[in-house]
């Protein structure tokens, strides 16, 4: 199953390309004798004017042939101090060469001691999967702006796309490898389990809540932030019932290990802590039924999360979701607002519409602190009331 995912740009510790990762030590050789010194200087000297023609033409843009390959800024590690605590905490480069098993191996990691050895401030981390541009990026830029050190952004787009936002902005940098995705596929579930592996490589992360480029904040980031970090349990819509859509989407081949009493379906926009987010990474035993057996006309995406947290961490589940949707209109996908369709009252009505929930088992009317789906267009009438009635 995990030979399956394709790799980008991946070099292995064996292929030539390999100079930034390991360079070869110059060998010291000082009996070589003088003839043997000038036919090398010959050799190196021809070596270096060809090296240097060929370098005049990819010189504009790259310094050498390694870093055509593997541009230095993006893919070394560390800075030379490879084995140091800063790094290992906080890897400062989202782009890495690891594949998805050795890094879900990686992201799996839990340190024994509960104290750490730094003043860790934990953070939300934003998940953002799309497939190309996020309309809503200078909304959400607004939303994060001087809370600087609270919250990471991650996001997974189409393998190619590049993301064009000015340096300031909170996506400036934050794309992470990604691989083809098709919507109902197990590639979905793939590519959430990449955002929150590589988002877990942050020790400082604490939380992690999935999004999409149609997604919008409903409250300001302090709210936000106070609401997810001091809930005893994690946002992720879990139920069942006995429809086509739910009950008729299990498969018996799934016995005996998810059995129909177990089999949960949910809204794939989850939140999750960071005991969830590990578990579901490290799980190599349920996660390979879905591929295999909730196809076709199952979507692995809505089933797997909800199930297997249904089976092992139940109990910190608040079974709902914090992300708010519409499907009043009925068929296969929900509502999608546009500019005529923003005013302070629908803003309004989403941050509380009379509804009570649960928080920390009291209740409470603010349920939901995100909303899909909107449209692009949506975006100036939505940064005209941001102030007003979200307060950011
Ligand atoms: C990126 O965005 C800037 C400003 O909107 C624009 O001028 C530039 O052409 C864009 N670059 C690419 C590669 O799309
Ligand atoms: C969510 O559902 C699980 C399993 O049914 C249950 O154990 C848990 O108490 C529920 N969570 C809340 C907050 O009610
Ligand atoms: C409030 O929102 C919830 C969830 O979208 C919906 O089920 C409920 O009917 C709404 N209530 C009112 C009074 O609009
Ligand atoms: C912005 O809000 C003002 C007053 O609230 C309104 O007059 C104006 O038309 C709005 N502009 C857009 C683009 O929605």
Redesign the pocket.
């Given at each position: 199953m995990w030979s399956d995912v394709k790799p980008i740009l991946r070099p292995r510790p064996d292929s030539n390309d390999d100079a930034d990762y390991f360079p070869s030590t110059p060998r010291k050789d000082w009996s070589i004798g003088v003839a043997k010194v000038v036919s090398f200087l010959a050799v190196f000297m021809a070596g270096l004017i060809l090296g240097s023609s060929i370098n005049a033409h990819f010189g504009r843009f790259y310094t050498s042939q390694a870093d055509l390959f593997f541009p230095r800024a993006v893919y070394s590690d560390c800075d030379g101090n490879c084995l140091s605590l800063k790094h290992f905490i906080k890897p400062s480069h989202l782009m890495h060469s690891m594949t998805d098993e050795e890094l879900f191996w990686r992201a799996s990691m839990v340190p024994r001691m509960a104290e750490y050895p730094f003043q860790r401030v934990p953070k939300v981390a934003f998940l953002f999967m799309t497939r190309g541009a996020l309309p809503f990026a200078p909304l959400w830029d607004r939303f994060f702006k001087g809370h600087e050190g609270l919250f990471s952004v991650y996001v997974h787009s189409l393998p190619d796309y590049r993301l064009n936002v000015s340096k300031e902005s909170a996506f400036h940098g934050r794309q992470i490898p990604s691989e083809e995705v098709s919507w109902g596929s197990i590639t979905l579930v793939d590519a959430e389990k990449r955002l929150l592996a590589n988002a877990l490589l942050d020790f400082s992360n604490e939380r992690f809540v999935l999004l999409s480029e149609s997604c919008i904040p409903v409250y300001n980031f302090p709210t936000v932030y106070e609401y997810l970090i001091s809930s005893a349990y994690s946002f992720v819509h879990s139920f069942f019932d006995d429809s086509k859509q739910c009950k008729g989407r299990y498969n018996r081949r799934m016995a005996p290990l998810i059995k129909l009493s177990e089999w949960r379906k949910g809204s794939q926009w989850f939140e999750l802590n960071r005991e969830l987010a590990t578990s579901i990474i490290a799980d190599r035993k349920y996660y390979p039924l879905f591929p295999k057996y909730c196809r076709p006309s199952c979507y692995p995406d809505e089933h797997y999360i909800p199930t297997y947290l249904y089976m092992f961490h139940g109990g910190s589940n608040a079974n709902r979701s914090v992300t708010w949707v519409d499907w009043s209109r009925g068929g296969p996908h929900p509502a999608m607002y546009g500019?005529k369709d923003?005013t302070v009252e629908f803003i309004q009505a989403i941050r509380n519409n009379g509804t009570k929930c649960e928080y920390n088992s009291q209740p409470t009317s603010v349920c939901y602190l995100f909303a899909r789906k909107f449209a692009p267009a949506a975006l100036?009438?939505l940064l005209?009331?941001s102030s007003?009635v979200m307060e950011f």
């Open positions: 500019a923003i100036e009438p005209n009331i007003t």
